[in-house]
Nanobody
């Protein structure tokens, strides 16, 4: 069973930075498409950034320049470096994975594997 575990959330003041990490276990594959999604107030999960199995990187356009996604050193790990945070960035961030996501990377229903989420709180 593929499992994802996020870490790195917490509280920060506006303008600050936070790194999020996601580690996977339970699979010998090394080519997952992995993504970070933010749960909105209406419970929808909005894709923030992804790295596909072919290394294609995608970002939500509104976050480009402030957020950077990368693979970690561990197999199938994912890092989200967030900077210049605003209160609007607050929420539960989920790490998610699937075999390949292509142009559907922003659709939450593409992802079959999810972590439990890590909360980010940005105060003004």
């Amino acid at each position: 069973v593929v499992q994802l575990v996020e870490s790195g959330g917490g509280s920060v003041q506006a303008g600050g930075s936070l790194p999020l990490s996601c580690e996977t276990s339970g699979s010998t594959r090394t080519d997952f498409c992995m993504a970070w999604l933010l749960q909105l107030s209406d419970k929808r999960r909005e894709a923030v950034a992804s790295i596909d199995s072919d290394a294609q990187i995608n970002y939500d356009d509104s976050l480009k320049g402030r957020f950077t996604v990368s693979r970690g050193t561990a197999k199938n790990s994912l890092i989200l470096a967030m900077s210049n945070l605003t209160p609007a960035d607050s929420g539960m961030y989920y790490c998610a994975a699937t075999w390949a996501c292509g142009r559907a990377w922003a659709a939450s229903n593409v992802y079959g594997y999810w972590g439990q989420g890590t909360r980010v709180t940005v105060s003004s």
